[in-house]
């Protein structure tokens, strides 16, 4: 599926769209929660001891990846960060303006080594691998990037779950296909396997939610527009409201699932 041309260019278009729709919520969501800039920190104590001066982070969204890695460095790295929707980076280039070596590029992330021709200590993909399509290609360009020693450091989403780790969505909702993003974990894991000189770690984040939690995660039009493709985003919200109640209802406690991949360049 992640191959096809035609679905690619499809997926890409709706991603855009619903990332432009999804700036300003997607900004609450983070003030209120935190999560994309936990997810970001805890990628930077994974990679320890590297210290990445020269950094490229594909997907920055709102810029909340961004800035976490410029602060989480003492030397100030020098960021180039990319992605596809002009609604999100603007807020990005608002989130970071006077922080001197951060860069913004509008584009797309299978297409990095026609923007990029320097080399970076590490490529961070946090929370934006799994929303891209031919995400093999964007995966072997970025590593063709990354200096001897370098690191290339993932976050993946996974799912909401019980305290068995069962998928939460797929017990309560048996018939509802529900795969956020375009890729699966394991195509992921063969991809960064069949890199030649990397060698990769994963480490498992599980941490627990609540419904209100779930209900403004899902009430980000990029998130709900998994669950609900068809349906224009007004009429979501009901529709997401009762589908936590019900998850949340019938599941407790719930859990959040991310995989975080660190794969090393020798
Ligand atoms: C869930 S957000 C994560 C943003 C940011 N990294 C953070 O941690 O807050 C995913 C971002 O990936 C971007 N994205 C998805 N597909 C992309 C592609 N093919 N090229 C560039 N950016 C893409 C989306 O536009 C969105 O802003």
């Given at each position: 599926m992640a191959e096809n041309n035609e679905f690619a260019g499809r997926f890409k278009k709706a991603i855009e769209r619903n990332f432009d729709e999804s700036a300003g919520i997607y900004d609450a969501f983070e003030e209120k929660h935190h999560l994309f800039g936990t997810l970001t920190n805890r990628l930077c104590e994974l990679i320890a001891p590297n210290e990445p001066e020269r950094i490229l982070d594909v997907g920055c969204g709102t810029g909340i990846s961004t800035l976490a890695l410029y602060n989480a460095y003492p030397k100030s790295p020098i960021i180039y960060?990319?992605?596809l929707s002009e609604a999100m980076l603007v807020r990005a280039r608002e989130r970071c303006k006077g922080h001197s070596g951060i860069y913004f590029v509008r584009g797309d992330a299978e297409q990095l080594?026609?923007?990029f021709h320097e080399k970076f200590d590490a490529v961070f993909y946090t929370a934006s691998i799994f929303l891209i399509p031919r995400f093999s290609e964007s995966i072997a360009q970025a590593?063709?990037?990354i200096i001897p020693g370098g690191v290339l450091a993932i976050s993946f989403y996974t799912g909401i779950f019980d305290d068995s780790?069962?998928?939460?969505?797929?017990?309560?909702?048996p018939d509802m296909k529900y795969q956020y993003g375009a890729v699966a974990f394991?195509?992921?894991m063969e991809c960064l396997d069949a890199q030649k000189s990397y060698k990769g770690t994963e480490v498992d984040f599980h941490f627990e939610i609540n419904r209100e939690f779930l209900f403004d995660f899902l009430s980000i039009p990029a998130q709900s527009a998994g669950l609900f493709p068809k349906v224009p985003y007004i009429q979501r919200i009901p529709l997401v409201r009762e589908f936590c109640d019900k998850l949340a209802g019938e599941v407790s406690p719930l859990f959040m699932g991310w995989k975080f991949v660190i794969s090393r360049k020798r």
């Open positions: 960060a990319i992605d080594s026609s923007y590593c063709g990037l780790r069962e998928d939460a969505i797929n017990r309560v909702f394991p195509e992921l």
